[in-house]
Nanobody
Framework: HVQLVESGGGSVQAGGSLRLSCAASGDTVRLYCMGWFRQAPGKEREGVATIDTDGSTRYADSVKGRFTISRDNTKNLLYLQMSSVKAEDAALYYC?????WGQGTQVTVS
């Protein structure tokens, strides 16, 4: 069973930047399609961005041009660079792949 541990969440001012990280067990990041998801209070969990094994990326329309998903295969890390953060980006952010989910890291926007 894959282990995914997110970090990097916190409080950020609107318009600011934040980088989330996800540490994965084994060779997960290199071998699987990885994604970032988020869930705000009272809302359903939604997909934010994915990165496939060939490096291709996809983004939700709401974050396109502001967020960047990337990975470091040598360190087995997944990243989400958040820029021009908006109030509506506040949520619990999860990384995930087909094998499982992390516990999430909270992002608040002031």
């Amino acid at each position: 069973h894959v282990q995914l541990v997110e970090s990097g969440g916190g409080s950020v001012q609107a318009g600011g930047s934040l980088r989330l990280s996800c540490a994965a067990s084994g060779d997960t990041v290199r071998l699987y399609c990885m994604g970032w998801f988020r869930q705000a209070p009272g809302k359903e969990r939604e997909g934010v961005a994915t990165i496939d094994t060939d490096g291709s990326t996809r983004y939700a329309d709401s974050v396109k041009g502001r967020f960047t998903i990337s990975r470091d295969n040598t360190k087995n890390l997944l990243y989400l660079q958040m820029s021009s953060v908006k109030a509506e980006d506040a949520a619990l952010y999860y990384c995930a792949n087909i094998d499982g989910w992390g516990q999430g890291t909270q992002v608040t926007v002031s």
